[in-house]
């Protein structure tokens, strides 16, 4: 029998609109090498390596009646020229045009009636560079069945990879009546899964209720909470905003300052919002904070069966955005999050780094999939941070020389922010609603700014370097730093 979606996978399809598409990506930039990359390349690899991850090639089946939960299936009509797509990009390839491109690539939803990914070859770069966007459903990737497609296609060196065929034939799906009998089967032998289920929606149903209570007026010292600048109704667009940094300078402030790599990229984060929201007047008090929603890696219990989906945890981290010092500010996310690290269960950044493959795509998504689980406490914007490693990774023979996250958007955040740091470089990958989230470039800067504070406060003789905001800017290599997942 087909395997049924999980509680939270068909949470993930049931709840999918028009302004809230359930997919994270990946953008990776590719230098030009001896081998010529292009799109029959790419259709090439994928076809070599899909078979590592097969529900790739699998489509959501719905039971007649909605009697029990869907099932993945093997799409008879599988065509991978579908899902492996081309764009490019008019003279001279600019990388705010590429960035406008994947904003709007980006706010498109899947089709539900087929296989939940596309990969897109982005041609036309300055300087001949290349750039691939992968995108993949949340209902897709959960760590332990599926990991991301990115990361089975991403190679240690230039060499081919010899992968044997797989002899990939798809299995016949089952007709409605047995998607109906089964699911009945199911529910009388297992009673307490099928109420497990019903429980799971209750419950995202009263987060669902909780978050519009949050978004009337609060009056009266009892609020604890009171919605920010990124809790906003989303609108069926998004922009997407991209920032390039230097692994050693995290280090650098590190070095001088205490705390860990994690703790430098949250507080140059805070120092960014508060930037943005300064240039945007908005009003900035000492004791304006916002709440993060950060998924964190753990180590699983002694014996227990491990997977990138079952360590991976949130966390709630108050963001001081009205410090104006930058290194008390990230003293205070440094003590916000020590409680984390003396439990013993943190997992180290060169851990997760020397992970096989491209960990960094699959531990986003299982980040984003956290968040989700976590919606029901108030929290202004989501933070994932994953370490990679810091030898530079191969697709089909072609070095990436940059690789950004994007995590998709929760009902009601209208930001989120991922961070991944690969062969000495940090890329910030900003997501933000189009309409709610205003000069989202701004706070593209302002990032870039309050790191540059962070790094004169460790080093004030240090020159500060040229802004590396824009795809295609290669970084020099450095060890890993502390990060979370």
Known sequence: ????????DAAFLDEETSTTPRQVMTLAVIEPGERTFDYDTLVRVVNERIGLVPRYRQRVATVPGHVGPPVWVDDEAFDLTYHVRRSGLPAPGTSAALRELVSRLIARRLDVSRPLWEAYVIEGLEDGRVAVLIKSHQALVDGSVTVDLAQVLLDETPRDRDVP??????????GSMSLVARSVIDTALSPRRAASRVTARFDRLQSAVGKVVQTLPVVGPVAAYAAGPFNRRLSQHRRYVTVSTRLDDYRLVRDAHGGTVNDVMLSTIAGGIRGWMLNQAMPVSDSTRLRAMVPMSVAAPDGAPTSYGSTVRGHL????????????RLHQVSYALKAHRETGVAVAANTLAELPGFAPTTFHAVGARVAETQDHHPYDLVVTNVPGPQEQMFIAGSPIVQTYPGIPLIPGRTLSIGVTSYAGGVYYGMVADRAAVAEPDVLGQCVEDALAELVETASPTRVRAPRGGAPGRRDRAASPGEGSA
């Open 1 to 8: 029998m087909p395997r049924r979606l999980d509680a939270l």
């Open 165 to 174: 065929p797989d002899g990939w034939v798809p299995r016949a799906g089952p």
């Open 317 to 328: 981290v108050s963001l001081p955005v009205g410090e104006t010092n930058p290194v008390v």
